[in-house]
């Protein structure tokens, strides 16, 4: 059945094939302008699924948009969140919304975050994005409608690189188990991931046999032909006694030629001449108003920015990053510190990196750049970050120097037991790489981004941690933990280009914070300070500490600037890029000297600040002396989608925001 009044029973819209086809190539085709206007996004699997988008929402699911939450209605998951765009596109067609509002796609505030929130948007039935969960969320759903005797049924959608979690078995051992009929798993199969050909990043074939083995009914199709994917829904739906899997097979990128079948198009968006050029391909030139959905989109963003800079502090001047003519600063992403230690250390043969399906762009494929020979080293797990993490420590029990590399959210976050049990209970020589850091992934949203790794990685005996604060004391930071650290160790970086303020010379000592001084705007913003390895420090009698970690560091330097400039308060920086050991010598001094200490992290409120209070509230020294402590961190609220910048700033944890936290206890200090 297709869209219905739930009130009246009757049909909304029906779609006929022809119908459907042209309404999957004009969602292609807002697809392009949308990816195009937000600058970022997932192009290929967006594009491969379209088609069954379409037949789903507009001709197979019995639902109700002006009732998204009616009991009535089928289910749908889309397990694999990063093709969201399609989602909202069908969820649009199908009248929940105006369609052409998917413009806002990834924007600050906007309901179309770049992985589905079901909280945010009427009609997503699920926030995904974590590859594998959906399948299980679905089994859940099904389970319940046996339960209470509901008709409903309830699809989810998965990709073929998804197929690699552990987690989906584990969904369709469940399902098969328990004869799920009311379930439908679609599966995307584009055989292309992020890394390459699912079949050499890691076979999941033959998945056939394998659905089969664990009691699944299969349907085998063309993904693109609209006959054969309304066919293979009715029969799923009439199918009684197990789940169906309908194996959809695709093209990723369909319907442009330059996207089609081709790896690097999996997450890029393309820029205009390709969005007008895709247009034309589909051709939708006269048709879709892309200059009017431009302007749509530009106006939204006009609108997200007046809101966040009416509430972002205030000083006399704009100390924003190269806002200035002089206090000049270079960017670089730390991830790239990563990738240029690896390259350089790469042909020691005890080095084994495993990839996860995400190498380029946390660059340990960097690993191997320039370097063919030592590609057999480079181990592909594919998506499969927990079983990787064992992997790595059944590598390093050989005495190999085993590295792998995910986003932080994953790395440490779904990984926690085998990190905490196999890696750490063991102590074995394991280099986890957690990038993505912080709100650095911007548009892909909450899902994606780091902000309680510390918590989870901190608390585990026997792991080291590090958040270098530049892309040079990344590599720094990579090359004496590979080899001088002999157990688990936890690397954290960012990947969005952050501030260059370090040399070369600088001092790196594992363990040890370096205090940085601001001495008077120069030229280049690193020149205006000067560094010292902190047991070579000489207290100046500074009103206050700001201690930092990662990229915050530069975000404390520029607030050490402002509270010069503009308010002639002294702070003394601390990089703390050690959070395990830490140099609790460091922190007692500060809070001696100057008694304030500011944090900063980018990281939920105290996975960094909290073991700063932890000391000094242990600190005998600290006894009778006066001395207060401020915070400056996210506010225990999730992640979202915009620009990293705009989301520095919204999640308050700017340099301004530091500054005025750091001036409001300067005031109560002077007050006593
Ligand atoms: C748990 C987890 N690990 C890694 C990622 C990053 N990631 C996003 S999409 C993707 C590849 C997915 O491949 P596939 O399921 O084949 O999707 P398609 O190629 O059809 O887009 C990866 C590794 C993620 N979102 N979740």
């Not at 309304?230 to 899997?245: I, R, S, W």
């Not at 670089?332 to 190498?359: H, K, Q, W, Y």
């Not at 590609?375 to 050989?398: C, D, H, Y």
Request: charged fraction near 25%; proline fraction near 4%.
């Amino acid at each position: 059945m297709p869209i219905v009044d739930s009130k009246t029973g009757k049909i909304r819209k029906n779609y006929s094939i022809e119908e459907l086809e042209k309404a999957a190539n004009y969602m292609r085709g807002l697809n392009m302008v949308s990816l195009c206007a937000a600058g970022s996004g997932h192009a290929g699997g967006t594009m491969s699924v379209m088609d069954l988008a379409a037949a789903l929402y507009l001709h197979v699911a019995t639902h109700d948009p002006k009732d998204p939450f009616w009991d009535g209605r089928d289910r749908i998951i889309w397990s694999t969140g990063h093709k969201a765009p399609s989602l909202y596109l069908s969820l649009g067609m199908a009248g929940y919304f105006d369609v052409e509002e998917v413009v806002k796609l990834r924007k600050l505030y906007s309901p179309f975050q770049g992985h589905p929130h079901w909280l945010k948007l009427p009609g997503v039935e699920a926030s995904t994005g974590s590859l594998g969960q959906g399948l299980s969320i679905a089994v859940g759903i099904a389970l319940a409608g046996k339960l209470d005797n509901k008709n409903y049924q309830v699809f989810a959608l998965t990709g073929d690189g998804e197929h690699q979690e552990g987690q989906i078995w584990e969904a369709i051992m469940e399902a098969g188990h328990y004869k799920l009929d009311n379930l439908t798993n679609i599966l995307d199969k584009n055989r292309l991931q992020i890394d390459g050909w699912v079949e050499e990043v890691m076979n999941i074939d033959p998945i056939v046999d394998k659905y089969k083995a664990f009691n699944w009914n299969v349907i085998e199709i063309d993904g693109h032909n609209m006959k054969e994917i309304l066919d293979a829904f009715e029969k799923a739906k009439n199918f009684k006694g197990k789940p169906t899997v309908i194996i959809a097979h695709t093209i990723k990128g369909k319907g442009v030629n330059f996207m089609e079948n081709v790896a690097g198009w999996h997450g890029k968006s393309p820029i205009c001449d390709q969005m007008e050029e895709a247009i034309k391909q589909l051709g939708l030139s006269t048709t879709l108003d892309w200059n009017g959905l431009f302007k749509k989109a530009d106006d939204y963003q006009a609108e997200a920015t007046k809101i966040l800079e009416a509430k972002q502090p205030k000083f006399k001047k704009d100390y924003f990053w190269n806002r200035q003519d002089k206090m000049k600063v270079k960017m670089d992403p730390t991830r790239m510190g990563f990738g240029r230690a690896l390259n350089e250390a790469g042909d020691d043969e005890r080095i084994v990196c495993l990839g996860a399906d995400i190498s380029g762009s946390i660059t340990i494929s960097d690993f191997y750049k320039d370097h063919p020979e030592r590609k057999k080293r480079f181990l592909s797990m594919g998506i499969a970050e927990q079983s990787g993490t064992a992997v790595a420590a059944g590598l390093a029990k050989e005495g190999k120097l085993s590295v792998i590399g995910t986003y932080g959210v994953f790395a440490a976050g779904r990984n926690l037991d085998q990190l905490r049990t196999t890696v750490c209970y063991g102590n074995f020589n394991v280099f986890i790489a957690g990038a993505h850091g912080g709100v650095s992934v911007g548009p892909d949203g909450a899902t994606h981004q780091a902000l309680e790794d510390l918590f989870q990685i901190c608390g585990l005996p026997n792991m080291h941690v590090c958040v270098p604060c530049d892309s040079i004391e990344t590599k720094k930071a990579t090359l004496y933990m590979l080899f001088n650290i002999k157990g688990p160790k936890y690397l954290r970086f960012a990947r969005e280009a952050t501030p260059i303020v370090t040399f070369d010379h600088t001092p790196f000592k594992f363990g040890q914070a370096n205090i940085i001084r601001y001495r008077g705007e120069k030229e280049n913003f690193v020149d205006a300070f000067q560094t010292f390895l902190s047991s070579e420090y000489k207290s100046e009698k500074e009103d206050l500490s700001l201690i930092a970690c990662g990229p915050m560091v530069p975000e404390a330097m520029r607030a050490a600037w402002i509270l010069k400039e503009d308010l002639g308060i002294e702070s003394r920086i601390i990089n703390m890029h050690t959070l395990k050991p830490l140099d609790k010598k460091t922190i007692i001094q500060a809070a001696l000297d100057t008694g304030i200490i500011v944090t900063a992290e980018e990281h939920q409120v105290g996975g960094f600040g909290n073991w700063i209070a932890n000391v000094c509230s242990q600190a005998q020294e600290l006894y009778k002396k006066p001395f207060i402590l401020g915070m400056i961190g996210v506010k225990d609220r999730f992640g979202e989608s915009g620009e990293p910048w705009e989301l520095v700033k919204e999640f308050e944890v700017s340099a301004e925001h530091i500054a005025q936290k750091a001036k409001e206890l300067y005031d109560l200090k002077m007050k006593k």
